[in-house]
Every structure is written in C-alpha cells, then in structure tokens.
T-cell receptor, first 112, second 114 residues
Framework: SQQGEEDPQALSIQEGENATMNCSYK?????LQWYRQNSGRGLVHLIL?????REKHSGRLRVTLDTSKKSSSLLITASRAADTASYFC????????????FGTGTRLTVIP | NAGVTQTPKFRVLKTGQSMTLLCAQD?????MYWYRQDPGMGLRLIHY???????AKGEVPDGYNVSRLKKQNFLLGLESAAPSQTSVYFC?????????????FGEGSRLTVL
C-alpha cells in the first residue's frame, strides 16, 4: 500500500501550545497534501507541498517535506480549541495515477 | 456556492437491498471521486471519473458501480448491499489531476447495512 502513516495517532495539548504531526509514506510523490476533518464532517484541504519544496507556510500552519526520508510534518502554532479535529496526510502515487492515498489520521484535541 | 453535495446523508439498508448515492458539484470540475472511510483504515478510493461519460476503478471497487452521465453528477450504486459496506461514503471533486491539485469533499453519507 502507498498509504501514508501519521504519528501520533492522538495528540492532546493545551490551548496556545504548538501541535506537531508527522506523516511517513512509501513511494515517490509529486505532492503531499494535508487535510482536516471535524467530527462528522467532510475533509477540508489545508495545504499542498510539492516534491521539490522543503517547507511551506499558510497562516498558523507550517509544513515540511523530506523526500529522502519520505516524511512530512505539520506544525500548528498557537493552537486554539477550534483546531480540535483529525488531520490526514495524503499523497499522490507519483506519475500517472489519479488517486490520493490517505493515512489513518492524527486526532488532535486542544484543551481550552 | 454549494460546492459538493451528497444525498442522502444517512441510510439504513437490509442485506441484499440496493441503493444509489448521489453526488453533485457546482464547480465545473472534471474529476470526481467516491471514497469510503472506515475506522482505522483512512479513506480508500472506490471509483473515480476523469470527465463526463468516463469511470474507472479505484482501490476497493467490488460491490459498487458508478455512472457519470452529466459532468456535475457522480452516482454510486450498491446493487446488493452487504454488512461489509457499512461505512461513511465521501464524494470529492477536483479541477485538476491530483498530481497537481486538491480535493473538495462533500459532507459524507453514512450507510448502515443490517
């Protein structure tokens, strides 16, 4: 399977702290994406990082990509209670395929 | 702008019954997808379409059929439901190949097969 694996499976932090989630994958990729899912809702795209990029920022989000280690991290700074959700990484299969392979997610709980 | 809309949101079926899930998008996207989400499994692709009139199999296509007669609609059918098809189903669309772009998801359809 080309599925990504997130680590940790669950994370609980206090409001205002930073949250870091990691993703490892198995094959070469064109891009890696992070999605967020609130309980009982659909997934929402957060950020896309291409294979030739090493770091990307979007608001309080910082994503890094290390293609040599086949890993990525998502950092949420100054967390808020509203950040409580599950976070998924997803990778394409490299050239030609038309699918995103999702990991099993990290469940983040931000305690007010 | 509604984005991606799925109907119904909830459904309970008995084993052997059939049903169709409807997905509609108003973003003029070429690409549409059906995923299922099961606990501890992440999302897995069932079928997808790269344009009106086209369909293709994903990772877990068995027991499902799809049709894309209109660009804005992507239907997922279960001909003879089985308890193993109890899941949350998500439709998604994209305006570009996934090697370059992102997915836009619906809110999900929760199906229980008894």
């Amino acid at each position: 399977s080309q599925q990504g694996e997130e680590d940790p499976q669950a994370l609980s932090i206090q409001e205002g702290e930073n949250a870091t989630m990691n993703c490892s994958y198995k094959t070469s990729i064109n891009n890696l994406q992070w999605y967020r899912q609130n309980s009982g809702r659909g997934l929402v795209h957060l950020i896309l990082i291409r294979s030739n990029e090493r770091e990307k920022h979007s608001g309080r989000l910082r994503v890094t990509l290390d293609t040599s280690k086949k890993s990525s991290s998502l950092l949420i700074t100054a967390s808020r209670a509203a950040d409580t959700a599950s976070y998924f990484c997803a990778t394409d299969a490299g050239t030609g395929a038309n699918n995103l392979f999702f990991g099993t997610g990290t469940r983040l709980t931000v305690i007010p | 702008n509604a984005g991606v809309t799925q109907t119904p949101k909830f459904r309970v079926l008995k084993t052997g019954q059939s049903m169709t899930l409807l997905c509609a998008q108003d973003m003029n996207h070429e690409y549409m997808y059906w995923y299922r989400q099961d606990p501890g499994m992440g999302l897995r692709l069932i079928h997808y379409s790269v344009g009106e009139g086209t369909t293709a199999k994903g990772e877990v296509p068995d027991g499902y059929n799809v049709s894309r007669l209109k660009k804005q609609n992507f239907l997922l059918g279960l001909e003879s439901a089985a308890p193993s098809q109890t899941s949350v189903y998500f439709c998604a669309s994209a305006g570009a190949p996934l090697s370059a772009g992102e997915l836009f998801f619906g809110e999900g359809s929760r199906l229980t097969v008894l």
